[in-house]
């Protein structure tokens, strides 16, 4: 069972949020510029990389509020957790 | 009787008897003692079976690892399975032997209880003896908030006895224990538990931790910083020929016994020992003046003659025992010489392995230690974890052997060396299953089920592998035991459950308005959380009976329904008609305050998500109602899009379900019910178009009407504030009595629904339908820039033609009623694969077209209409033509009264 650090709730038990999948992923500005091909990697193509990784969540139980944290995937470790579209995230990943 | 108890000694309180019963039998024992323990003073070491080969067993360790000796519990509490060695004895307790397998009791003699508790704490010792109590007094004495659980009765651990000293010089085990337990238990930042088991170690510090209190047992969820392991080491025994007779024993066990119970498990004992600290053992045994004969393979024939009254035969070794329910004599040799000694005790020590399965389930490694012939810690655990005392490999002097392991005892026959004594397997199952080319300890686990009983291997785990390593040449260590996981013990699962069962299991949500419904003989269905209405029987009706009375009301008449229980979230700010453009399919920015259009909202790949409607309030205020069933995941939904696409406008999203109470008034005489009823809204066509809301007043109580048909009849719903919900309820049923006004369920509602072929998200749809699939261009902004969902319904796999469309089934016997989910076929007698065009998704009796009808989700099915299709129903095709999917009313012309 995960601590998540909620950047405005502090470290609560993973009961409490729902999963986001991977940080960072853009919604398309243009998305009828985008091929078949190209929507279907934006939409279901995600990176499951060996160790750190960039991925949302939402304390659904608590604030209700969406953040982006880095978690290590091997040791299950938060590294990092800030609220959506804070930089200091994206230079940490 | 063999077996007794000694005048003095142990931890058992001598003030009184405690009276047990034991497969049918009377006996006593003390404050104090385990079930197993009080059996062995009274001279009862078997009565047990094995499981699958039913041979005789008995009690063989005074611990956790106990592969023999289980029960039954039915007083003063029910247990399916026990260890004989983990039960407390208490007054009344009564036990029966089972064979390794529990049962549950027909009836259930009453509901266990169990609670859950949730604590932080910094520092959680799993483990009491010596070196966990060590930790556990410093830690607490630094001021943390510590926790000790160990999973015995009593505290102090096995390794050493009772009056030895901790220290040199130091104070008696005994004393220590009791001064440290003293200043823990008074400490109000430390909790102590005994009979407590740690079930599992989890990510971030979190351990599940099982109390087997009495009457309510507790599962207690901890979080903490650090974890202390000081679980101790386990005794690995060692095959000889018949090593399962009632009476073998490992020698810690019998030292135990001695030591912590002042009970003598036998009256002539022979030990068998591989390890110096078997002798332990024979000394605990001399001192009780039992005479012992210590057997030690691995010591040349002429060593040091053994401790006071200990006869030693050394390089002598057990290569079979005797007896029928209970041991009779050791057969030994030198190799030459065999010797029968008499016995009723054989204790037998293989060695020592430190106790890790809550270590390696973490992600601990094990590291073969040649010096001391076990498994230690190998690292890979997390940071916060660390093992203590004997189960991290110090202290480890005493339990050191003078060669390498002995594991089994050479000989022709292995056929009963046993290994896994609660699975009944042997050396040679063991060596079969090498043989068959097994090499992984894990396959040969699975080959042989070794490991996988009541027991999970404790002691037949580190012995197996090491008999693998031998049989393949490989080096002692090379494999260690198979992989543990959680739990480390047994766990009933009323102790998962804990208090969340019956009622408290999920949240039973209802309306202000459920008393009448009850009160008027409703029959409920669960929809989500929710209770709802299902249909309101009269007079011994069935369901088929009162559903064709309670639509032929809304439709001649007029009929009721509580329509409370549809989602609502307030959309608010100035970005709201911005926003719902985005989440919904089709356009709400140019619907004009007091009007209400129909959605549906999108998933990113296309697929109907949910739908509802929206009422505008303002220019920067909308409610939008969502189904029963979707209102969190709605909720959710445009939450996750408006924090992490959208963050800059300013809309706020509130659920407001359960402020309003919906009544849904629905049929040709809804406006002489309502005026009935009173209200100062005009409810004429002129003044009050369909699909537009008013506020104002019914029946005296602030209300909204809004003109909604989910039925294609002329229909106001009645809004107002939950607490008036009853009141107007009553209010409109009263004066609705004159126009035959009826209540109605949500299964009449679902036929009404369905002959106007209105579809219901979740049911007529699974995730992989579009709009389009429904035949619902028209939902389909072509104007707006874009919307959740838009681009994916370009892709050409959602264009292709031969999509399942939503069409209208009529059994070609009208009285033939599809089951719902049947699969369609054109050629029901082609040979199969048959295939299969599509399912149904919604079928009913129809009291309006006096016949049965249904909806299906059909390949190319828009294209398909008037053609016939096959439901088979067993062995019989039954033939339906495919229609549109609206049957009643395709005009529209009920919709105004």
């Known amino acids: 069972v995960l601590l998540i650090p909620c950047p405005w709730c502090g470290p609560r038990d993973e009961v409490e949020f729902r999963y986001g999948g991977q940080a960072g992923i853009a919604y398309p500005t243009d998305p009828d510029a985008l091929s078949d091909a190209e929507w279907a990697d934006y939409l279901f193509m995600r990176d499951n990389p060996k160790g750190a990784f960039a991925e949302r969540w939402n304390h659904t139980h608590g604030c209700r509020r969406w953040f982006d944290a880095v978690r290590d995937t091997v040791t299950h470790e938060f590294r990092a957790a800030d609220p959506i579209g804070r930089q200091a995230l994206r230079e940490d990943r | ?236 025994p060692i095959a000889f020929a018949d090593n399962d007779r009632p009476g073998v024993m490992l020698s810690g066990a019998i030292h135990h016994y001695v030591d912590r119970f002042a009970v003598v498990p036998g009256e002539r004992a022979v030990i068998l020992s591989a390890n110096n600290r078997g002798w332990a053992a024979a000394v605990a045994l001399a001192g009780a003046d039992v005479p012992v004969t210590l057997v030690d393979p691995l010591r040349p024939a002429d060593s040091t003659p053994g401790p006071d009254g200990v006869d030693v035969l050394a390089g002598w070794t057990v290569v079979g025992t005797m007896g029928e329910a209970r041991l009779e004599a050791v057969v030994v040799s030198d190799g030459t010489n065999l010797r029968t000694l008499p016995a009723d005790l054989l204790g037998v020590c293989g060695g020592w392995n430190p106790s890790l399965q809550l270590y390696r389930a973490i992600g601990g490694t094990l590291r073969w230690d040649e010096t001391h012939s076990a498994f230690l810690p190998g690292g890979g655990a997390p940071a916060w974890l660390e093992v203590v005392g004997r189960a991290g490999g110090s202290s480890w002097s005493p339990m050191t052997a003078p060669g390498p ?335 035959g006004l009826t209540p109605y369920g949500t299964e009449t509602m679902h036929v009404l629904r369905a002959e106007k072929g209105y579809v219901i998200v979740g049911q007529d749809t699974d995730g992989t339908v579009t709009p389009y699939d429904l035949g619902m261009a028209w939902i389909v902004s072509e104007s707006k820039s874009d919307f959740v969902g838009r681009r994916s319904l370009r892709r050409a796999d959602l264009q292709r033609p031969d999509r399942k469309h939503l069409v209208g089934l009529l059994p070609n016997d009208p009285d033939e009623l599809l089951p719902e989910g049947v699969q369609l076929v054109v050629e029901p007698r082609g040979a199969p694969p048959v295939p299969m065009v599509g399912y149904v998704t919604s079928s009913y009796r129809s009291a309006a077209l006096e016949r049965t009808f249904a909806l299906a989700m059909m390949k190319g099915g828009s294209e398909r209409h008037g053609e016939t299709v096959f439901a088979p129903i067993g062995d019989r095709p039954v033939a339906a033509t495919v229609t549109v999917p609206i049957f009643y009313d395709p005009e529209g012309a009920k919709r105004d009264g």
């Open chain 2, 405 to 739: 392991p002995l594991l089994f005892v050479p000989g022709d026959d292995l056929s009963r060396h046993f290994v896994d004594l609660q699975r009944d397997q042997t050396v040679a199952d063991v060596a079969a299953a090498v043989d068959a080319g097994l090499r992984s300890v894990e396959h040969v686990k699975r080959a042989t089920y070794i490991g996988t009983a009541v027991d999970q291997g404790r002691t037949s785990g580190a012995l197996t592998s090491e008999i693998v390593n031998h049989l393949l040449g490989s080096d002692p260590g090379a494999q260690g035991p198979s992989n543990p996981r959680p739990p480390w013990t047994p766990v009933p699962f009323h102790v998962v459950a804990g208090p969340y069962r019956g009622p408290l299991f999920d949240p039973v949500r209802v309306t202000p308005i459920h008393a009448w419904h009850a009160a008027h003989g409703a029959r409920f269905e669960n929809v989500g959380q929710w209770r709802r209405p299902w249909f309101y029987p009269r007079d011994g009706e069935d369901l088929d009976a009162a559903v064709a009375r309670e639509c032929l009301a809304v439709r001649t008449a007029c009929g009721i329904q509580d329509a409370s229980t549809l989602g609502k979230i307030a959309v608010v700010g100035p970005g709201a008609a911005v926003f719902l453009d985005r989440m919904y399919s089709n356009a709400m920015s140019t619907l004009k305050p007091g009007r209400i259009r129909y959605g549906f909202m999108l998933g990113m790949d296309g697929m109907v998500f949910d739908d509802g409607v929206a009422m505008r309030e303002a220019e920067d205020r909308y409610l939008i109602t969502t189904t029963t069933g979707g209102a969190a995941r709605v909720l959710d939904h445009l939450e996750e899009w408006l924090q992490t696409e959208w963050p800059d406008l300013r809309v706020y999203l509130t659920s407001v379900t359960e402020q309003w109470a919906t009544a849904a008034v629905a049929g040709p005489r809804a406006r002489e019910v309502l005026r009935a009823a009173g209200t100062d809204v005009d409810v004429s066509q002129d003044a009050f178009p369909f699909m537009a809301f008013r506020d104002g007043t019914v029946a005296g109580v602030p209300a909204r009407l809004a003109r909604i048909s989910f039925s294609g009849e002329l229909a106001f719903e009645v809004w107002t504030s939950g607490t008036d919900g009853l009141r107007v309820w009553e209010a409109l049923t009263e004066a609705g009595a004159a126009f």
């Open chain 2, 1 to 236: 009787v063999s077996g007794r108890r000694l005048p003095q000694g142990g931890l058992v309180d001598r003030a009184g008897p405690v009276t047990f019963g034991f497969d049918g039998r009377e006996y006593e024992g003390l404050e104090g003692d385990t079930l197993a323990s009080a059996l062995l003073a009274n001279g009862v070491v078997g009565g047990f079976r094995s499981p699958i080969l039913g041979r005789p067993r008995g009690v063989m360790s005074a611990g956790p690892e106990e592969s023999n000796a289980f029960v039954e519990i039915t007083e003063p509490w029910f247990d399916a399975i026990a260890p004989a060695t983990m039960v407390r004895l208490v007054e009344g307790l009564t036990a029966r032997p089972v064979a390794g397998v529990g049962r549950l009791p027909d009836a259930a003699p009453e509901p266990p209880r169990s609670v859950h508790r949730h604590v932080h704490v910094d520092t959680l010792v799993i483990g009491g003896g010596l070196s966990g109590i060590g930790r556990a007094w410093s830690a607490a004495g630094a001021g943390e908030r510590v926790m000790l659980v160990d999973e015995r009765a009593a505290f102090g651990g096995t390794s050493m006895g009772l009056d030895d000293e901790v220290n040199m010089g130091g104070p008696s085990v005994r004393e220590y224990v009791d001064r440290a337990l003293g200043d823990l238990r008074a400490s109000p930042d430390a909790i102590v538990l005994s009979e407590a088991a740690a079930l599992g170690i989890y990510d971030a510090g979190y351990v599940l931790i099982h109390e087997r209190s009495q009457p309510v047992e507790r599962l207690w969820h901890v979080r903490t910083q650090r974890v202390v392991l000081a679980t101790g080491a386990l005794e690995r």
